[in-house]
Each structure stands twice: as structure tokens, then as C-alpha cells.
């Protein structure tokens, strides 16, 4: 595990930081200091992340009484597994160790709710709310439960179709799996070519559905299961290609989760009439998809919303219910979910939980403010991607205000069911040893 420690050195007014590979003298230098240290505070993140860093400096300049150490679970300095880092923070948070602040992406997160593991953030929400600072509640309540708030989505995406009108059937986008029924022929087709989010898009904003309350719907599985193989075999994917040995599809899949990133650019390009993903940056895909429904036929609208209209919440603030630092926690989290912080220029463009710092940053001109242009695959037609107007960026607001139901799949989970469809799709293994997998290993990781 990484750790640093980020302080204010006071008399000059600088931040020092200090790096150092995790080993058990480290370990058990951070212990003593957070418990002899009624100021210290320590944020955890999975992954890695140079804005983290960046805003947790910002955050110690600004509150100098706190001695603020970052602990990473898995980096690229060290050889623990995604698979080890959780389990270790698991034991450490079940002893009534561990970080006073976590990020949860990609962590049971309803299983910590439901074994009391994190604090209510009522405090720091309603200390953005008197600060006139709007949130999209739709959002900010994903993890509110009997009026407590657990958990907080920092930035989000919602899961989208963009298709051309006429040539994709819309109401076969409203609810993907069904028990007995493949997707169209013409739906593989369109899908394949950006199988990397279509497939792992198709999973989880069915995820519910599919897996409802720990149990295994089979039959919705062996659907999934078929279609993911249609869609691969109709992919111009060759594993024997360097360029697949590289990033080979399923573990390109995992490694993007939760960023599938639309791109409407090839559908204005004519590689296909369909492009699925997430809906994440407005300054770039809301503007390009509203441009382009102004010069085209297409429609967009939330993927699978026969199952409720979902989003990817990212950057998850949680707080350990067994903090001994209280108030620096409710401190950090109210600062990071603060135009302050996403605010500024290494966010922009994000769609985050701050609705006032969204619309602030919203780029809105009735003169329609030229950004780029982008063109079809002969070049003889060029279409051009402005800025929203007053009443588009409004529309747009609403659309993310449709949003209500969180996708937050756990990572290890995603893991087990993405290897055992490359299993069936690649290697040879039947639908039926396939499906049999999938609910075995799912019903072990749910006892433990």
C-alpha cells in the first residue's frame, strides 16, 4: 500500500509531502500518529488519482490543523492485487480501523451501509446547501437511507443511446434482456462496433435485474451470455493481432469500468447507426449530441429505461462511522463537493453532483459558439458542434435531473461475471458451464 503524508509546514507556509513504499514500520508509524494525534486524518482511494492529490493539498493549505495522510490500496509501485486491498481495508474497517475518509468506488458499498460501517453526511451537505451551493439531489441521495445520508457521488455519467431515427429501433433499447429473446441481427450489428462499452453497458444497467437482491435470474444470464457472444463474433476484433494481445477485449472492459465513454463521432462518421456509453462531460458529448439531433435524424435517451433511468456515480466520499476525527472528515467532504474544488480548471467539463458548479461552468451562448466540426467517412458532409443555447443547456439539466437509480457494481464482482463470459465467448467453454459459473461463484461471494 502507498501512503504520504501531506501537511502544512506553518512557519513557511508550504506543503511538503512525503512519499514512501508501505511496509510495517510505515503501517505502524501511521497508526500512532492517528491515535495520538487528535488532528490527523486519512483519506483512502483504491486507485491512484492526481486529482485527489491534488485537492487533498489544496484542502491542508486551507485548514493547516489538520495532519492529512493519503493511503492508496493499489498502485503501480507495489504488487497488491485489486482483489487484496479490499480485503485488507474490509478487515480494517470491520475492526473499527482504517480511514477516516474512503472513496467507495468499486467497495461494497450497501454492505457497509447495512453493517454500520459509515456516518451520516447530513452536516457536510447541509453545510453546502447554506453556502447557496445547489446539489442534483436525485444524485446526492443514492445512498440516503431512513433520512441518513451514507455515501455521496462526486462526479457521475448517465448511460446513454444515441442512434440515427429510422434506422435503430428505439424500444429495443428500453429493455435489452429478456428471458428467451436475443437482440435483433441488426442491434448485434450496430452494437459491435463499440463492443468495448456495449457489452459491459448492456450488463450492468441490467445488473438488477439480472442479479436481484444476491440471487441469479439464469435465464437472464444465458440471454446476456448469447448476446455478448453475437456482438463479439460481429466486432472486427482478431486476438491474434498484436494490437488485441495489447488490450484484449474483456480485461479493455474491466479496466474502463464505470468510463464508457460515448463517442456520437461515429455515428456523423457512418461506421454505425447506434453508439452506447456514458454520458460524462458536458462540454464536449452533451454539446456534440445536441448539435448533432439540430442537423441530423437521431434521438438519444437513457439505455435499458424500461429498468429506470440509471447513472454511474464516480468518486464515492464515505466516512467512517468510526472516525475519531469528526469533524475534519464532514470538513473534507464539504470541501470536496465545493464549487471551491470541482470548480476549478482539472474538473472542468465533468458532470458532478454540484449542480450551482455545473451550471456555472455550463457553456451556454445564444450566439452559438463554434467548437468544432466533425465529419462523415467520404468528408463530402461536415457538421458542425457549438456550445448549448439558453434553452438547450436547461433541457440538458432536466435530462440529468431524470437520472435516479445508481449503478455500483461491485469491481470483484464485475470481474468474476466479465471472465466467465470471455470463458464462453473465447474459450470454449458452453453456455450451460458458463451460467452454472456465474451463479456458483456468485452465491460464494455473497456468503462471504
Known amino acids: 500500500m502507498k501512503k504520504r503524508i501531506i501537511s502544512l509546514l506553518m512557519c513557511a507556509a508550504v506543503l511538503c509531502t512525503a512519499c514512501s513504499t508501505g511496509g510495517n514500520d510505515n503501517k505502524s508509524d501511521g497508526e500512532n500518529v492517528k491515535k495520538n494525534d487528535k488532528s490527523a486524518l486519512t483519506v483512502y482511494m483504491l486507485e491512484d488519482n492526481d ?55 468499486g467497495l461494497p458499498i450497501e454492505s457497509y451501509i447495512q453493517k454500520g460501517i459509515l456516518a451520516d453526511l447530513s452536516e457536510p451537505l447541509e453545510t453546502l446547501e447554506e453556502n447557496g451551493e445547489m446539489l442534483f439531489e436525485n444524485v446526492a441521495s443514492a445512498y440516503e437511507r431512513e433520512g441518513k ?14 442512434g440515427e431515427k429510422g434506422k435503430v429501433n428505439q424500444e429495443d433499447l428500453n429493455e435489452m434482456l429478456k428471458k428467451g429473446e436475443k437482440l435483433s441481427d441488426e442491434l448485434i450489428q450496430s452494437l459491435a462496433v463499440n463492443y468495448l462499452s456495449a457489452v459491459p453497458m448492456m450488463l450492468l444497467t441490467s445488473w438488477e435485474q439480472i442479479f436481484p437482491d444476491g440471487e441469479v435470474e439464469q435465464e437472464l444470464v444465458r440471454v446476456f451470455l448469447e448476446n455478448a457472444k453475437s456482438i463479439m463474433e460481429n466486432s472486427e476484433v482478431d486476438l491474434n493481432l498484436e494490437y488485441y494481445k495489447m488490450d484484449p477485449p474483456f480485461e479493455g472492459m474491466l479496466d474502463r469500468y464505470p ?68 469533524e475534519g472528515a464532514e470538513k473534507f467532504v464539504a470541501y470536496f463537493l465545493s464549487d471551491k474544488n470541482l470548480g476549478t480548471d482539472k474538473y472542468k467539463g465533468l458532470i458532478n453532483v454540484n449542480k450551482t458548479c455545473v451550471k456555472s461552468m455550463l457553456p451556454r451562448s445564444e450566439e452559438k459558439n463554434y467548437i468544432t466540426s466533425v465529419y462523415t467517412r467520404d468528408e463530402t458532409k461536415k457538421f458542425d458542434i ?7 443547456a436547461e433541457e440538458f439539466l432536466q435530462f440529468l435531473d431524470e437520472a435516479k437509480e445508481p449503478i455500483d457494481v461491485e469491481w470483484l464482482m464485475l470481474e468474476m461475471v466479465l471472465t466467465e463470459t470471455k470463458k464462453y465467448v473465447y474459450e470454449g467453454a458452453s453456455l450451460d458451464s458458463a451460467v ?12 462471504e
Do not use: H
Request: hydrophobic share 40%; glycine share 8%.
Open 436 to 447: 452454472n459459473a456465474i451463479a456458483e461463484k456468485m452465491k460464494i461471494y455473497q456468503a
Open 259 to 326: 468510463n464508457y465513454v460515448v463517442d456520437v463521432s461515429d455515428i456523423s462518421f457512418g461506421a454505425t447507426p447506434l453508439v452506447t456509453g456514458g454520458l460524462c462531460l458536458f462540454t464536449e458529448e452533451g454539446a456534440a449530441i445536441q448539435s448533432l439531433s439540430n442537423q441530423m435524424e437521431i434521438f438519444y435517451q437513457y439505455l435499458n429505461q424500461g429498468n429506470g433511468k440509471k447513472f454511474f456515480p464516480e468518486k464515492i466520499l464515505g466516512v467512517s462511522a468510526m472516525t475519531a476525527n469528526k
Open 149 to 162: 445520508t451514507y455515501a455521496v457521488p462526486t462526479f457521475f455519467s448517465v448511460p446513454v443511446a444515441v
Open 51 to 105: 486529482n485527489i492529490w491534488d485537492s487533498v493539498g489544496k484542502f491542508s493549505i486551507a485548514n493547516p490543523d489538520y495532519n492529512v495522510k493519503v493511503e492508496v490500496g493499489i498502485s503501480e509501485e507495489d504488487s497488491v492485487t485489486r482483489t487484496d486491498a479490499i480485503k485488507k481495508l474490509n478487515t480494517e474497517l470491520m475492526a473499527g480501523e482504517g480511514p477516516d475518509v474512503i472513496f467507495l468506488d
Open 386 to 392: 457549438y456550445e448549448f443555447n439558453q434553452k438547450e
